[in-house]
């Protein structure tokens, strides 16, 4: 259904009309405009940004009616929702009832007669077919289905047994449900104002496994046993290929089993498992990770069969960075996903990590740029709270007593709470101007319903709605100079639960997003697929697994044109089931080693020239987190060592047609990747550490910190001011002005012909 074809830019009104006969309502679908993949309805693009919320009350939809909201989402499912945010639809085997979702679908309709709804369709499954099929659940490590209270993850649903993602019965019935649920819709008079659907299952509703962050490992059903056995099927083929890459010769194809609790959980063997001994691990993962998108392009293929290609389909996924590439939680398979055929979107969350005000900001939770390498939409779910948060979280029942889930404190942080109108509103902006800088799609999530219930914030979401659909007439296209490139299979080379994943690979988050240029992020694998002539800093995250054509690729697209390429931590350690430090050195160009010791280090760096900060200065993780990997090189350049050492873990190195550059430790100051940038070549439109973002017409600076700002552009430019439209500086390279601590600003810049 995305078409990857060019689609021309027309600007004209969206309105509800009926599509070809047989699927009521408009058509709608994922295009290209102007460069970007982009909602469209009809032909003609849609951005105005969704309103969502778990409490679906008129006065609500009343509201955001009001303030220029034309596409609404509210919970429903097809058969039972595990966290009660919708009644139970597959009542028993021979009684289905619809009425909860006719009843919240008026409200919008009362609201907006003419509205486009996207319904979030919880993929669950009743209690009583949990009862009565039994040997369809899901096993852990414990031999029971059932999970032990208290769990270290506090949003499982208690008591009850789950089945198993890979139950042929389950998807099945499931299927049908899904399939009765759709025919429901199209057949009433919702379908006409159906705008798609967007699918949700397993953990929070985010498709993540429901034993994530336990130590109740999932996984041990016979169902779970024959899909791994399958999928080692697809990849060996032979049973010579599974044992030479296993290091094995006792086990076949039908042999395999899901690895033990025991070798799953490994915590003592340094940062890496070893795959001569624990590929049978490392493979695991990689199927396990995959089967969670493969589950969701199974239903996905349903929806797509019975709306004949004319609504589009999503779904939650695509959070490896905030999952800290943790291979237990599933996430770690976004190119399966875009690879799908039934999906044109990823729904994705906005991060928890550092939202907060002024200091915080909003940032992908995977390399977003493959997503739109796919002709795929990032639909970036925004669930920012207000200055109203702590009456409406306590009227949600959070409060000081109990776990996590349940602390007011807790969610005051991580949903960006602010203490004024005037602040929320600068936190709105944050977040839109986020997702315009990044070519995604924006929506209100109004998650415990009434954040927005004040006129100053409505006001506020009228004029960002205002402002979006002037922003859709110009071009949202990368203008990037920094590529990231990260590998989701390198994380299932980790050992459990990761330290150093987690500070690579989030914790580095919130520093490329302080530089003061924008960051494009891409998989490893898409290397094939981009076009890398704009890029002069290239930062490999976590490729610390390199087959051939990845090398390949990086030789023939990154290692030209004067490019600086900054490795990270053991790039090129692994190649599938082979270990080498040779690998290393080889794609590097310098002598990157191992330290003898496995032990987890402390990765800091000692700064050994004045080249990026100080001379002395240390940067880095202060925890230990991984092996030491260092440096021994008489070609290269030492720029930072192990503390106390002269042990290099940071060195530069020309190689003539490129730079390589090599830190032991991603997480970096964003001072410290700036300078690094800038030396590359990359312009700098920011020189303080404040969230900004940038696109080749707009950019975004939300302020750490009050004083006066000075924005670099790249040559003479005319700038606007998105929020008011009015020009702010004409014909000039800079724009300079006085921001208050955290406030936010959207402009637009054009360059004079």
């Known amino acids: 259904m995305t078409r990857p074809a060019v689609f021309l830019f027309a600007i004209l009104c969206v309105s509800v ?14 295009r290209p405009v102007l460069s970007v993949p982009t909602f469209t309805v009809g032909e003609q693009p849609f951005v105005t940004p969704c309103f969502e919320t778990y ?63 996207i319904p979030r369709v919880f993929i669950g499954t009743p209690a009583w077919w949990l009862e009565q099929h039994p040997e369809e659940m899901e096993i852990l490590h414990t031999g029971s289905p059932l999970y032990t209270d208290p769990n270290r993850n506090p949003t499982v649903p208690k008591n009850r047994p789950f089945p198993s993602l890979a139950s042929p019965k389950w998807r099945e019935d499931i299927g049908m449900a899904l399939g009765r649920f759709l025919d429901h819709v199209q057949n009433s008079k919702y379908g006409e104002h159906i705008f798609g659907y967007i699918l949700s299952g397993l953990d929070t509703e985010e498709w993540y496994h429901w034993s994530s962050g336990s130590d109740e490992l999932a996984g041990y059903s016979p169902h779970m046993q024959r899909a791994f056995q399958a999928w080692l099927k697809a990849k060996y083929k032979t049973n010579e290929a599974l044992q030479a890459a296993w290091h094995r010769t006792d086990i076949t194809l039908d042999t395999a089993v899901v690895p033990s609790f025991e070798e799953r959980y490994d915590t003592q063997s340094g940062a890496f498992r070893d795959p001569a001994k624990k590929m049978n691990v490392i493979d695991f993962y990689v199927f396990y990770n995959e089967i969670v998108p493969e589950t969701i392009d199974y239903f996905a293929s349903i929806v797509r069969q019975k709306t004949e290609g004319k609504k589009v389909i999503g779904a939650f996924y695509g959070y490896m960075y905030e999952f800290r590439g943790d291979p237990e939680y599933g996430h770690n398979a976004l190119g399966k996903y875009v690879a799908s055929d039934n999906l044109d979107f990823m729904f994705v969350t906005a991060s928890y990590e550092d939202r907060v005000f002024a200091t915080g900001g909003d940032y992908s939770r995977s390399p977003a740029h493959s997503v739109r390498l ?50 929320s509103r600068w936190m709105y902006r944050r977040s839109m101007g986020f997702s315009l800088c990044s070519g995604a799609y924006e ?120 490019k600086t390429l900054l490795w990270c931590y053991a790039p090129g350690y692994f190649s599938g089931a082979e270990q080498s430090p040779e690998g290393m050195s080889d794609i590097a160009g310098m002598r990157i080693l191992p330290a003898s010791d496995p032990a987890p280090s402390v990765l800091q760096m000692t700064l050994a020239s004045d080249r990026y900060a100080a001379k002395g200065t240390v940067i880095g993780p202060a925890n230990p987190i991984g092996q030491l ?44 990747y700036r300078a690094i940038a800038r030396e590359a070549g990359v312009h700098i439109y920011n020189d ?66």
């Open 374 to 423: 796919h002709h795929k939409l990032w639909y970036h779910d925004n669930d920012v709270v207000s200055f109203l948060a702590p009456e409406v979280m306590q009227r949600a029942g959070l409060n000081e007593g109990g776990d996590w889930s349940k602390s007011l404190l807790h969610h005051l942080q991580v949903l960006g709470y602010t203490a004024t109108p005037e602040e």
């Open 17 to 30: 009309s009926a599509s070809a006969e047989g699927v009521p309502g408009p058509v709608v679908d994922v």
């Open 443 to 562: 929506s209100y999530f109004d998650l415990h319903g009434g954040y927005y219930d004040n006129p100053e914030l409505l006001d506020e979401v009228s004029r960002l709605n205002k402002m979006v659909n002037v922003a859709k007439r110009y071009p949202r296209g990368s203008n990037s100079e920094i590529l990231v490139v990260a590998d989701e299979n390198s994380c299932a080379y980790a050992t459990f639960r990761s330290s150093m994943l987690e500070s690579n690979l989030l914790h580095t988050q919130h520093k490329l997003i302080k530089i003061g240029a924008p960051v494009d992020h891409v998989l490893l694998n898409d290397l094939a697929l981009l076009d890398t002539r704009q890029y002069k800093l290239i930062l490999f995250l976590n490729c610390y697994n390199m087959n051939d054509a990845a090398r390949a690729q990086i030789r023939e697209k990154c290692m030209r044109d004067g």
């Open 55 to 117: 409490v679906p009350e008129q006065k609500y939809f009343d509201q955001f009616a009001g303030a220029g909201v034309e596409l609404f989402s509210f919970n429903t499912n097809v058969a039972a929702c595990d966290y009660g945010h919708s009644k139970p639809v597959w009542v028993d085997i021979n009684t289905w009832d619809y009425s909860d979702f006719d009843e919240r679908f008026e409200r919008v309709l009362k609201a907006k007669p003419d509205a486009m709804v």
């Open 688 to 753: 303080r550490d404040d969230t900004f973002y940038a696109n080749k017409t707009f950019v975004c600076l939300h302020a750490n910190g009050a004083g006066s700002r000075t924005i670099q552009f790249p040559w003479a430019c005319d700038v606007t001011d998105m929020m008011t439209g009015e020009p702010v500086s004409v014909n000039s390279n800079a724009y300079t002005r006085d921001f208050k601590n955290g406030e936010t600003v959207i402009l637009r810049w054009k360059t004079r012909l």
């Open 629 to 672: 990997f260092y440096v021994e090189d008489a070609s290269a350049e030492t720029l930072a060592v192990a503390p106390g050492t002269e042990r290099a873990t940071m060195a530069f190195k020309d190689m003539g047609t490129w730079k390589s550059l090599y830190a032991v430790a991603a997480d970096m100051s964003a001072a410290v």
